[in-house]
């Protein structure tokens, strides 16, 4: 009997062990203080199982970055321990980067094998040595190191680099020049497609989205989902977050929770929580008056002196339960006031060029044509200007060649990417009131909605944070009563709760939207229309970003022709024919709806077609049909690829 309970104590034991050894990672209890008095985590504990993908979410300044530092070794905690299981490797993006490095960017992303390099040099060394001596002992290390080169992937990993470098957005051209050479954004690509190839044991990421454009984010997600490492990744792209994450770690208050599943799942289960949270306090507090009345109404009273006394002992044992935690207020933004009213075209360029001396055209003949009320959005691959363009809407540039004007009675407010317009050297006050034109106790109530409060309003624009100066930027934005906003990456720096007020509000604006987005999440809700700017001109894509994402799909090119699309074909079964034939026809009717797109487009394009107004009206409702239907085919299609696969076809 004591051998069998024996081993079955052992047994569990080994159980034990192998789920400790699946962890990688395991925070318990971290305390962290900031300036020695405020205290940024109050006992945050996390584990972190080998593979796990995470995504750690909670507003700006709640100390997700702090965290993540404690976790790398960075920084260490005032309190609570940081185990790394069996010696775990933590691999983290460098926040130095590569200023003054000489070495190329090929060579930088390499150096991530450099044990596979290794190994490399040796069977060419090996090689050369059976030619002289192919003994026994000579063959069989060859043998081995050849066989422990293919495990590890040393047939594939210059390929893999390749594909890497490609995929963040580097020509082949590029692969030889110096990292240093490259801009803040790109190193901190290259930065970050070494640490993945590397594969530690995990992964802490810290915003990886910024300076991606959508080619290299939907890279980035591929990647992280296959990833052999564990991954804890920080991030305000929703998107991302869906894509990747299989939990979610919330930072508030200093402390963490969990939610299984990705970041649509967070959001649903925490409000269930928070609900059922709320009504447990409301019966809690019920509850707590109804014996305090009981109390105070009889505890003098001779007859109930007992009971009151037994209810008062009642009430000290019983524990208080707290409401969910709104957290801090959120931002105010209202975009729903009346604006003048613009005339029909807001917006356009007719044949627009530009590039800079001695160079070739970054622009040649753009046209774009913005109606009122227009929610455009301008996407592109990072590089291709779009910058440039909407500088060219603002008139901040002049186009080489061709046409840009604004529409009648249009009253323009561009907020640049990088925020230059805002005076470094005011205070936020002052900046304000020079902007809006409103005097101080306006402008400081203003400030107020947009989280700027007492001192706040005294400080420095150049000493704010890069979230601070957006939040400023659209105080300003909000009472310019601007008919049309051209906004570049309008979601920057905010965090989440910012940027769903900020879509909330746009939601509600009565004028015209002009925009460049990386923010997938932010483009679904808003934009109406999509503009792709590509190989130096721009495509139309009349509708929203599901409508984009399904359009590109059935236009992916190989050599310059449209990819080779199913076909019905001799040996197929049943099944697999009648899914062929129904691609066949779906296909068909998207080809001849897309003719049609295309031949509107050029119409929509001229400027003459708006001087005819019911050829215009016969035109946008044509464009409006086309739309729906495209968007049914388009759907149809998507399903029928998905027979397609299950069925192999």
Do not use: C
């Amino acid at each position: 009997m004591e051998l069998a309970r024996s081993g079955r104590n052992r047994t569990q034991l080994l159980r034990l062990g192998n789920l400790v050894a699946m962890k990688v990672l395991i925070a318990k209890e971290i305390v962290k203080y900031h300036g020695g008095d405020l205290k940024i985590l109050s006992g945050a504990s996390l584990s972190v199982e080998a593979g796990e993908k995470i995504g750690l979410v909670g507003r700006n300044g709640a100390g997700k970055t702090t965290l993540l530092n404690v976790l790398s070794g960075a920084s260490e905690p005032n309190g609570g321990s940081v185990e790394y299981v069996a010696g775990s490797k933590v691999g983290v993006t460098s926040q130095s980067l590569y200023v003054g490095s000489e070495r190329s960017v090929e060579e930088e992303i390499l150096s991530a094998f450099s044990s596979l390099i290794e190994r490399e040099a040796e069977l060419e060394g090996l090689e050369a040595k059976i030619s002289e001596d192919p003994s026994p002992a000579v063959l069989e290390r060859y043998g081995r190191v050849q066989s422990e080169f293919d495990r590890d992937g040393g047939y594939e990993y210059r390929a893999r680099v390749a594909s890497t470098l490609s995929s963040l957005g580097f020509d082949p051209d590029d692969w030889k020049r110096p990292v240093g050479s490259f801009s803040g954004g790109e190193q901190s690509r290259v930065a970050l497609a070494k640490l993945l190839l590397s594969e530690p044991d995990l992964v802490l990421l810290d915003e990886p989205t910024n300076h991606l454009d959508l080619r290299a984010i939907e890279w980035l997600e591929g990647f992280v989902k296959n990833a052999k490492s564990a991954v804890l990744v920080v991030s305000h792209d929703r998107y991302f977050l869906d894509a990747i994450s299989e939990s979610i770690v919330e930072l508030d208050d200093g402390k963490l929770t969990r939610y299984t599943g990705n970041y649509t799942k967070y959001v649903s289960e925490k409000k269930a929580r928070d609900e059922q949270l709320a009504r447990k306090a409301k019966a809690n507090s019920e509850r707590r008056e109804q014996l305090e009345r009981f109390i105070e109404k009889n505890r003098a009273k001779n007859t109930k002196a007992k009971q009151a006394k037994s209810k008062q002992k009642l009430l000290d044992r019983m524990e208080k339960v707290e409401g969910p935690k709104n957290g801090k207020r959120g931002m105010k933004l209202d975009l729903s006031g009346e604006t003048s009213r613009a005339g029909r075209v807001v917006l356009e360029m007719e044949n627009a060029t530009y590039g800079y001396d001695g160079g070739e055209p970054l622009l040649d003949e753009v046209q774009l044509v913005v109606e009122r009320g227009e929610r455009v959005a301008l996407l592109g691959p990072n590089g291709t200007g779009k910058s440039t363009l909407m500088r060219l809407a603002t008139g901040e540039l002049e186009p080489r060649g061709g046409i840009v004007r604004l529409g009648n009675n249009v009253v323009a407010e561009y907020q640049d990417q990088q925020l230059a317009r805002l005076e470094g050297t005011k205070t936020v006050l002052e900046e304000t009131m020079d902007a809006t034109g409103l005097d101080a106790p306006e402008s400081r109530e203003l400030l107020g909605a947009f989280l700027f409060s007492g001192d706040d309003v005294f400080k420095k624009v150049s000493s704010l944070s890069g979230g601070e100066k957006s939040r400023l930027s659209l105080a300003e934005i909000v009472v310019s009563g601007a008919n049309l906003l051209l906004l570049d990456e309008p979601t920057n720096n905010l965090d989440i709760p910012a940027r769903e007020a900020l879509e909330d509000a746009l939601k509600g604006y009565r004028g015209t939207l002009f925009f460049i987005s990386h923010d997938r999440y932010f483009l679904k809700k808003i934009a109406t229309r999509i503009v792709e700017l590509d190989n130096k001109k721009l495509r139309n894509y009349l509708g929203g970003y599901d409508y984009y994402r399904a359009h590109r799909r059935l236009d992916v090119k190989e050599g310059g022709r449209k990819a080779p699309r199913r076909r019905v074909r001799p040996g197929l079964n049943g099944r697999q024919n009648i899914v062929a034939t129904r691609l066949v026809a779906v296909e068909g009717e998207i080809d001849a709806t897309e003719r049609r797109v295309a031949k509107l487009e050029k119409e929509l394009a001229t400027s003459e077609l708006y001087a005819d107004g019911k050829r215009s009206r016969e035109v946008v409702t044509e464009h409006r049909q086309l739309k729906g239907l495209l968007d049914g085919l388009y759907n149809d299609w998507t399903e029928l690829m998905q027979e397609a696969e299950e069925v192999d076809l």
